[in-house]
T-cell receptor
Framework: GEDVEQSLFLSVREGDSSVINCTYT??????LYWYKQEPGAGLQLLTY?????DMKQDQRLTVLLNKKDKHLSLRIADTQTGDSAIYFC??????????????FGKGTRLSVIA | NAGVTQTPKFQVLKTGQSMTLQCAQD?????MYWYRQDPGMGLRLIYY???????DKGEVPNGYNVSRLNKREFSLRLESAAPSQTSVYFC?????????????FGPGTRLTVT
């Protein structure tokens, strides 16, 4: 299977919570990232989590990591139409992490219905 | 700071033509990357340069060459363009380090090969 896997599409109603899931295979992954791509733009870092953490919260964003199952999720509370975008999960390793390119999933396209 | 800039924004080539995509960053980053993005395929790494003077192949290097001209600039060359190279190309940069790091992306170059 793919190194980093995500479902391709998610549709939610405005005001609901969105949960975007990601699984990865490489247990040496030390940092796991969520990037957002708005239409016609490049990717921007949303948040990241270190592999020894279970959860990280940043305003409306909650990242959950299950290291045993190699499962990462991004929850967006009170989803707004401005959250419509493609969300990429990515993994990196700690050893010379700046040298080693991140490995990205294929991205989940989130559509928010007003 | 402009961040990561790419030129051109759009390009149409005929099969067999050559061109160079330019990328520059003003963040004094050591590492730079070239990705292509295709529908349903996510981001695929073409080449990267961990530091000035070094370049390495990524997942899909065939048909491309790169030059790390200096610390700021990293160019991608298509010697003989093919329709399969129709894609959106993103350049990114990051700092070296052993912790979490952010890859900063340019706005992309939309290339069509007819």
């Amino acid at each position: 299977g793919e190194d980093v896997e995500q479902s391709l599409f998610l549709s939610v109603r405005e005001g609901d919570s969105s949960v975007i899931n990601c699984t990865y295979t490489d247990s040496s992954s030390t940092y796991l990232y969520w990037y957002k791509q708005e239409p016609g733009a490049g990717l921007q870092l949303l948040t990241y989590i270190f592999s020894n953490m279970d959860m990280k919260q940043d305003q409306r964003l909650t990242v959950l990591l299950n290291k045993k199952d190699k499962h990462l999720s991004l929850r967006i509370a009170d989803t707004q139409t401005g959250d419509s975008a493609i969300y990429f999960c990515a993994r990196g390793t700690s050893l010379n992490s700046g040298n080693t390119p991140l490995v990205f999933g294929k991205g989940t396209r989130l559509s928010v219905i007003a | 700071n402009a961040g990561v800039t790419q030129t051109p924004k759009f390009q149409v080539l005929k099969t067999g033509q050559s061109m160079t995509l330019q990328c520059a960053q003003d963040m004094n980053h050591n590492s730079m990357y070239w990705y292509r993005q295709d529908p349903g395929m996510g981001l695929r790494l073409i080449y990267y340069s961990a530091s000035e003077g070094t370049t390495d192949k990524g997942e899909v290097p065939n048909g491309y060459n790169v030059s790390r001209l200096n610390k700021r600039e990293f160019s991608l060359r298509l010697e003989s363009a093919a329709p399969s190279q129709t894609s959106v190309y993103f350049c990114a940069s990051s700092e070296l380090g052993t912790g979490a790091y952010e890859q900063y992306f340019g706005p992309g170059t939309r290339l069509t090969v007819t």
